[in-house]
């Protein structure tokens, strides 16, 4: 029986420091929960307030627009992924037609419009969230909130007595 061992005492020493250093990374992942947890919340109720509306520019304004899901990165993202996916497809083709002229250009063509169309089924849902968005923030402007109404109605009834 060799030094080659499975129990020896560098294998022991490897496996020390393993275990050690998961039970470092578990307290770590505990303490990151909670500091996440704490931040976030004041976050949300300092930095998101609605009140901060308008309020910052720059990095900041685009940070607290990103933040409020005001900005969509969503798009961004898959026009992207589109690009990639149909410059891959339109390449992987033309290595195709060294072996199948006929598969390489299908896959040309309908590789391309099938990716095509799924993008803009996609991108059908990002627009209709951003008009949706939109239709509600100009509805805002034209009616007001109902507790404007009340102080509204109050004031011209103060005004008539």
């Given amino acids: ?81 589109y690009l990639v996916i149909a410059i891959f497809i339109t390449l992987y083709s033309l290595g195709l037609i060294a072996v199948n002229i006929i598969l390489a250009l299908g896959l040309l063509v309908i590789g391309n419009i099938i990716v095509r169309v799924c993008y803009e089924f996609m991108l059908l849902a990002i627009i209709t969230c951003r008009n949706t968005s939109d239709i509600n923030s100009k509805l805002n402007k034209i009616i007001p909130d109902k507790k404007e109404d009340k102080e509204t109605v109050e004031q011209t009834t103060t005004e008539q007595q």
């Avoid at 294998?11 to 250093?21: D, I, P, V, W």
């Avoid at 998961?22 to 990151?32: E, F, K």
């Fill in 1 to 81: 029986m060799g030094s080659s061992s499975l129990y020896s005492s560098n294998n022991l020493s490897s496996l020390s420091r393993t275990s050690s250093a998961m039970d470092t990374l578990g307290v770590w992942s505990i303490i990151a929960l909670v500091i996440a947890v704490v931040g976030g919340i004041a976050l949300y109720f300092t930095f998101l307030n609605k009140k901060n509306d308008g309020k910052w520019t720059g990095f900041l304004g685009w940070l607290y627009n990103t933040l409020t899901f005001k900005n969509m990165i969503v798009e961004t993202i898959l026009k992207i992924l």
